[in-house]
């Protein structure tokens, strides 16, 4: 049986099909939602919110929101937060205990291991694979990243039991999960517009539904944009409040020390001013007099003064929407909001009301919403598992990239194989010839992205691929680039693979 999985920035869930509906997969403390924090503490990777009590005693290795890291480059320059460092093979990487550094996905997969043992505790056998979803407008290092991180739980587990478990990744779009988990697979046709906002991630995404078929037309996002944001706001202006009433106890190491508890009541005041007008910020003995007296870090905030603030992230939220619909207008110059059946508000953020307002002014429609809009993507892997496996053979899906894959060419051009829009799975064929005499191999560039100049677009892979040396210009080596069912891309010649996996293996 594949389950669902929701690796999200904020919290995580799995999902199994019981025959008759998707359903929420409990921890052992009875919740269905597991938190994505992991905490070193003692030699111990704790997740969820074990981590975040062990966290309150030691801030400086509870590490969150690692999600959007996945498949990052460290850079120097860049401020991705004092725990981060640069790991093996350039990677961005935590800083743990002893100098020890974890990468994105290796966090990424003690939380995947407690949703699995769950499932086996749930199931009482082991799935036999999961479908893992992702962020639509994850480019493909992401995407790889965080299927190595499933691999990786799976590894763990091996190891522990002393079986080898068959175990199959399928990898699936947030918003199309969304729809599948609002029950759009029935006869009658509908035009559904999704907003996924989590804690890391945006997606958007417009989709028709009918006949037991869920059909992806565009779909848009932001990796940097997320529930983290709108608490790194409110952080960075309690930090700042704080520098201005107390600089005698401004220590930049205390800071450090104390981002990740900060970080942590940032969210739940944001939480709290979803439900309230105002939420008291609080963190007991954040610093300490020059006398030994404990000074607690205690501000009220209003609503109207975090909406304020945060008004320019919205607007990005908005941006994003608006691109959606020009690429939907497109692909049918006739078509506008008023068209749209529905419009799906999923993710935790999407609590917020100014969210809900914000999208309800711009589509000039009351979107739909759930009661738990953090389960909805769990729930649709969930769904998609039973129809990989069998047990749901009256739906399918047809899903689309949501960039460009190419080749780089002569003059730092890209070359345009699938473009962004391309269904799953597709496939096109081209050729490569010599530039030079006597070249004995081809180099191959393979890229992502919607520049037209290749050294801003995403470098995938390099590749050589040997040839017989003759004059320039009359080598012809025909390839064949595809997307396969869950959107990973490859690039064949003849019977080998330069790039991607070889899905005959």
């Not at 699936?172 to 006869?187: I, N, V």
Request: net charge negative; aromatic share 6%.
């Amino acid at each position: 049986m594949l389950i669902g999985l929701d690796i999200g920035s904020t919290n995580s869930g799995a999902a199994w099909f019981d025959g008759k509906a998707a359903r929420m997969i409990d921890l052992a403390d009875s919740s269905s939602i597991l938190p994505s924090v992991v905490t070193i503490s003692d030699g111990v990777c704790l997740v969820g919110r074990d981590a975040i009590d062990a966290g309150k005693r030691s801030p400086a290795f509870m590490f969150r929101n690692w999600k959007r890291q996945l498949g990052a480059k460290w850079h120097d320059m860049e401020d991705t937060g004092y725990q981060t460092c640069e790991g093996p093979n350039g990677m961005l990487a935590y800083r743990g205990p002893d100098d020890h550094v974890y990468l994105p996905e290796e966090l990424y997969s003690y939380v995947v291991y407690e949703l699995i043992r769950a499932a086996q505790d749930k199931l009482g056998e082991m799935p036999t694979g999961v479908v893992l979803c992702v962020p639509a407008d994850f480019i493909e290092s992401q995407r790889e990243a965080a299927e190595r991180a499933v691999h990786l739980a799976i590894d763990r587990i091996r190891g522990e039991d002393s079986e080898v478990y068959p175990f199959t990744v399928e990898l699936m779009h947030e918003p199309t999960a969304a729809a599948l988990a609002y029950g759009y697979d029935s006869k009658k046709a509908r035009r559904i517009f999704v907003v996924d906002l989590g804690g890391g991630t945006l997606d958007v995404s417009y989709i028709q539904s009918g006949g037991g078929n869920t059909q992806v037309k565009t779909t848009n996002g932001i990796r940097d944009c997320g529930g983290a944001d709108w608490d790194r706001m409110l952080a960075d202006f309690i930090i700042s409040m704080w520098r201005t009433e107390h600089p005698e106890l401004t220590d930049p190491a205390t800071r450090d020390a104390a981002m990740s508890l900060i970080m942590t009541e940032a969210e739940d005041v944001k939480k709290r001013l979803s439900a309230k007008t105002e939420a008291l910020f609080r963190i007991d003995d954040f610093d300490r007099e020059q006398d030994g007296t404990d000074v607690h870090l205690s501000y009220t905030i209003t609503r109207k003064a975090f909406e304020e603030m945060t008004a320019p992230l919205v607007r990005r939220v908005l941006g994003a929407c608006q691109i959606a619909m020009e690429d939907a207008r497109r692909l049918d110059a006739n078509f506008s909001a008023k068209d749209l059946h529905d419009i799906l508000l999923v993710g935790g953020m999407t609590r917020m009301p100014s969210i809900q307002e914000a999208v309800k002014t711009f589509f000039g429609k009351t979107p739909s919403k759930r009661e738990n809009p953090e389960q909805v993507v769990a729930l649709g892997a969930a769904i998609r598992g039973a129809m990989l496996d069998g047990r749901r053979p009256d739906l399918s899906i047809n899903d689309i990239s949501s960039h460009t894959l190419a080749i780089e060419v002569s003059g730092d051009t890209a070359a345009i194989l699938l473009p962004k829009g391309s269904a799953f799975p597709s496939e096109v064929a081209f050729s490569l010839t010599n530039e030079n005499d006597n070249q004995r191999q081809l180099s191959l560039r393979v890229i992502q992205g919607e520049a037209h100049r290749a050294s801003v677009c995403e470098l995938l892979a390099s590749a050589e691929h040997p040839i017989e040396p003759v004059p320039a210009k009359t080598a012809r080596v025909p390839l064949v680039a595809r997307l396969d069912a869950s959107g990973r891309p490859s690039i064949m010649v003849a019977d080998r693979v330069l790039y991607g996996e070889d899905e005959a293996a």
